[in-house]
């Protein structure tokens, strides 16, 4: 089985003493590729040092996330973000969106990152890995501003109705990352995520965070995805091989 990792954090400190193992692994599993997510413009040089120890391998997307947006310093974060994404290339802007889950006060300078992200990621013809907590609203009538025939992207770690899934697919070619959480016993959405198009759905793990059950608890990594796939075979009765070649074309199709 060939599949693909779209949203992936292995520049987080807890790969540091056995990231190569945690690729082998992944390669192992049948990752055939890995889409690295960006967090803050203090780290883009780790994203960009993994792509070229891993070269055609991992690839870096560009992005501020919405926690480390704060009203004294984002004006520094967008200007060395406008500054990175014209000096190198990235597969994505991401992962950027609207999160109020943690922190509601800094909204307002979350909208405008949010909404200048996406501007750029237009200018670049580039697709956008969305964070939206606590915020599917706000993030939808920000993307309404936009040229629904230029915009594309993934809603990652989606966990919503079909309902929010079709709101989306109406603002722009929009996919819709599914990880871990869709393992979980408690995860309710995945009682109607058949009524979304297979067509529309990748594979992510977020690692290192929120691992699939039975890993449940334990660090996250790429080489856990066919419990995702094995997961979505069973909801949309396919075998595990077909959710591995479809979403791998979905993936290919938005970022490749």
Not at 91 to 102: H, Q
Not at 164 to 192: C, H, P, W
Request: hydrophobic share 40%.
């Amino acid at each position: 089985m060939e599949i693909i990792e779209t949203h992936a954090h292995l520049d987080d400190p807890q790969y540091a003493e056995d990231l190569d193992a945690v690729v082998l692994r992944a390669k192992q599993a049948g990752v055939e590729k890995i889409l690295l997510a960006s967090v803050t413009m203090h780290d883009i040089g780790k994203l960009k040092a993994l792509e070229k120890q891993f070269p055609d391998y991992v690839y870096a997307m560009i992005g501020v996330h919405p926690q480390e947006v704060k009203a004294a310093s984002y004006k520094e974060e967008l200007d060395a973000f406008d500054r990175e994404i014209e000096k190198d290339n990235y597969i994505a802007v991401g992962e950027i969106g609207m999160d109020l889950y943690w922190d509601k006060t800094t909204k307002a300078e979350q909208e405008i990152v949010f909404r200048h992200q996406v501007a750029a990621a237009i200018d670049k013809n580039l697709p956008i890995a969305i964070h939206a907590r606590d915020a599917f609203q706000p993030t939808v009538d920000i993307l309404k501003e936009f040229d629904k025939t230029k915009l594309r992207g993934v809603l990652h770690c989606f966990s919503g109705a079909p309902e929010n899934a079709q709101t989306m697919m109406s603002l722009g070619d929009f996919y819709f990352g599914i990880g871990g959480v869709s393992t979980f016993k408690n995860a309710k959405f995945t009682e109607r995520l058949a009524e979304i198009p297979l067509e529309r759905i990748v594979l992510e793990t977020d690692c290192p965070y929120l691992a699939p059950t039975p890993h449940r608890g334990e660090r996250n990594e790429p080489s856990f995805l066919p419990f995702i796939a094995g997961k979505l075979a069973a909801i949309y009765g396919k075998t595990i091989e077909e959710i591995g070649k479809i979403t791998t074309n979905n993936a290919e199709r938005l970022f490749f």
